[in-house]
């Protein structure tokens, strides 16, 4: 079976501290990896993905995440938070299949707190 | 300049009232797609549009339509909401189905049923 799991629903975290948000997989075909974030009141907006190459992947606001196939995880990272990463975070795989439709599944949701 | 423009932010119906989200877009994408997103949980996707090509999910109730007259414009159509129809529904968009494309998302519509 495909799915998406993030293993944490909140974290908070103080503000200028480092943060990992956990995501795993699991699929027995190739896949597609997204990070998108939603800030209170608002659609999501694609962070970062992976498509190939490099297994680090840097996105915007300075957060980054790493593909590791052995452990199917995809966490993401940032080494020091601010008040504004307060949002929830939402880990997202694209299952590449052969069909003409895209399948493409969200985690449950990590809401990171940035605390004072 | 939004791309993905979503109309009411906040919709409020009675049980049983039909009720009709929009979503517009000024990229020019070919998919269209909608999500429903109840509280803290993740978005749930209910049907795409490829160009004109409607595809449901097969988990998606019949109480929910589509439209898209064209390009543009994309419509949610509930014809009998429920309590448990109560969610934010996100509208999205991506040039292709590709596995690899992103998603643009609006910024959801907010539904109440009273």
């Known amino acids: 079976a495909q799915s998406v799991t993030q293993l944490d629903s909140q974290v908070p975290v103080f503000e200028e501290a480092p943060v990992e948000l956990r995501c795993n997989y699991s699929?027995?075909?190739?896949?597609?990896l997204f990070w998108y974030v939603q800030y209170p009141n608002q659609g999501l907006q694609l962070l970062l993905k992976y498509l190939s190459g490099s297994t680090l992947v840097k996105g915007i606001n300075g957060f980054e995440a790493e593909f590791n196939k052995s452990q199917t995880s995809f966490h993401l990272r940032k080494p020091s938070v601010h008040i504004s990463d307060t949002a929830e975070y939402f880990c997202a795989v694209s299952f590449v299949s052969s069909g003409s439709a895209r399948q493409l599944t969200f985690g449950s949701g990590t809401q990171l707190t940035v605390l004072p | 300049d939004a791309m993905v423009i979503q109309n009411p932010r906040y919709q409020v119906t009675q049980f049983g009232k039909p009720v009709t989200l929009s979503c517009s877009q000024t990229l020019n994408h070919n998919v269209m797609y909608w999500y429903q997103q109840k509280s803290s949980q993740a978005p749930k996707l209910l049907f795409h549009y490829y160009d004109k090509d409607f595809n449901n999910e097969a988990d998606t109730p019949d109480n929910f339509q589509s439209r898209r007259p064209n390009t543009s414009f994309c419509f949610l159509d509930i014809r009998s909401p429920g309590l448990g129809d109560a969610a934010m529904y996100l509208c999205a968009t991506s040039r292709s189905r590709d596995s690899f494309e992103k998603l643009f998302f609006g910024s959801g519509t907010q539904l109440s049923v009273l």
């Open positions: 699929s027995s075909v190739s896949v597609y």
